[in-house]
């Protein structure tokens, strides 16, 4: 059955047939232990391939694992660092290697010699044809490594000719694995500003508990009315213990499938779109896992729910029952889970009754289609009835918004993101929904005293009533008083709403109120006590920060140059024996491009592993002492020099 379905979606690749295995192996002949998987998050993007663990060491040999020929190569500092690429024209397969140590036959002679007559360390990207570097099965065509990102492992990944990524299973190589994934939490979110979820409108979240038979439920019935949409949380450690995402993942109500979705193929300029599929501020979060969206927006147009239509999976739109909900997940082991349940889709459906005295507003809620103004009212006797509240625009115009009546006064109001209610809503003369700015599909800008964010037009599937606000006028400052205090230089502005996800980048600028924009200050999101650097464009007194997921932010001073630290001298491959120092910047982040390095007063170049926080300095070979300076900046240009006898 698996390869029926990879065959169905892989089409334009060679044929598939049962001796496809046969032809193709993998690349390494020790254990294959994955650390990640195919298609997995990575933020704003998917995982285009495997990474195989490689015993924490580099050198393993690195075979090709069907016929043809190298057709590309790359040098880089960072990315894939050392990279290879093989065509296989028989299987309609491209292979790539990423992270390597070097080369192996003709093609390091190649680089090696082209390296030399560059005077260069990086700096190659060569394609090739057929004929230049043909390989065969088995041929050793590298070794393993650590360059470019990450630990010594090895990147593996499969292309079309096209160099769309595609899942390791449409050649027939499965990775080991007998350890099923785990689901973790289902979470329903309203599709409209009238959707009631439990009587409510706002999103609910239930634990998913695994059952005698192997199976995992929730406890509870979920009641929905309205367009609600399913989300899944659920981990697959697999054989190593690592975070890995799935091959297919399903939901089906009593029997009847709703959506599918297969992880075996996507394009690059895709990526914009893995948001759409994993829910990113839920993945975010610490110990959600990855959390799969159970539903297909219209906006989504990847092959992963090919023949599936916009809104697939979606339920309560119409009047239904108590039905059975069931979500199925396969990891890339074909180890299976399954969560069922109940869900209630005839919804309350109650009559109308309007709702006409005075309401407090206490916060605002955010969802997708809509703003949930939560109010308190002060006698709650005989409430429970109402189904709607009447509010005034503020034009003076009247309307009956639907509205939730809980306990202990408590009342949600349903407002959509229409034009209508920018001016905000007043309830029995009390605002209930403060001032918003009503930005379309088209774009807008929204400003505040101080801030403004700048929307442009591609960056919103839908309309939205958007706020920005100060939270914080005092905030305490980044670093610590053992690194550094980097001074706060705005207040802390939050924008509305929270956690939105754009298509593309939306602007934030901060004006700095009497300063002059300059290489020391950046705009750093706050979490809490927590600030992190998110980069900054200072245009005369206004810092700028672009981003698809504004977090609150601060501007801060950063005039603390990094920390270098001295450590033991040692070999690095292709540097020889170098003099090696630690660094570390609490700030903006380390500069290493800028590092500059003389040994006994002659100028040397160096290298540097920012994975490792470290910066290489050749010294040549021979056991006596030389005298090593390093200067090195920190992104916002604060420089620091050491000197060291090495």
Known sequence: MKKIIVASILSGLAAVGPSLADQF??????????????????????????????????????????????????????????????DHPQLGVRSVYGHLDDFAGPVAAYVAEKLKKMKARYGIDDSFGPDRFPVKKGQVIAFTGETGLGPAHLHFELRRFNDDPITPAAVGLTVPDRIPPVFLTLYVDPLSPETRINGGFLPAAVSLKRQKDGTWSWDGVPVLEGKSGFSVGLVDNGEGGNKFGIEHISIAING?????????????????????????PRTSLPGAGYVYTMFRWPFETLRFSEGFVPWSGALGDAPGSVEELTIEAVDFGGNRIVAKGRVDTRGLRQAKNVFDGMLRVRRCHYTTYGVVAEAVLADTMHTSDYTHVRCTDASGGEADLPASFGSGGIVQVAFPNAERWAGGARCGGETLLPPHVFVPV?????????????????????????????????PRPG??????????????????????????????????????????????????????????????????????????????????????????????KRLGLCAVFGVDDTGEGVDYESARATVNGESVSPDSDPDKDEIYVPIGPGKAKKNVTLTVSDNAGNPRTLTSSR
């Open 25 to 86: 192996r993998w690349p390494l002949d020790i254990e294959i232990s994955p650390s990640s998987s195919f298609c997995e998050s990575r933020g704003w993007r998917f995982h285009g391939g495997i990474d195989i663990r490689t015993r924490l060491q580099t050198g393993f040999p690195v075979k090709a694992p069907a016929d043809g020929f190298v057709s590309r190569v790359k040098v880089q500092w960072r990315g894939f660092g050392y990279a290879l690429y093989v």
């Open 442 to 474: 088209s774009g807008g800008t929204v400003t505040a005293d101080g801030a403004r964010v700048v929307i442009p037009a591609g960056a919103l599937n839908f309309p939205i009533l958007a706020r920005l606000d100060i939270t914080d006028n005092a």
């Open 256 to 280: 009847k499938l709703l959506l599918r979705r297969s992880f075996n193929q996507y394009a690059y300029d895709e990526n914009s779109q893995a948001s759409w599929i994993y829910d990113y």
């Open 479 to 572: 670093g610590s008083a053992k690194k550094g205090i980097l001074p706060a230089k705005s207040p802390v502005w939050q924008f509305s709403p929270p956690w939105l996800v754009t298509a593309k980048p939306i602007r934030l600028e901060i004006d700095l109120k009497g300063l002059t924009a300059s290489r020391t200050l950046g705009v750093y999101e706050v979490d809490g006590n927590a600030r992190s650097y998110s980069g900054g464009e200072g245009r005369e007194s206004t810092m700028a920060v672009t981003s698809r997921c504004l977090r609150p932010s601060v501007v801060l001073e950063d005039t603390v140059p990094p920390v270098v630290t001295v450590k033991p001298r040692r070999t690095v």
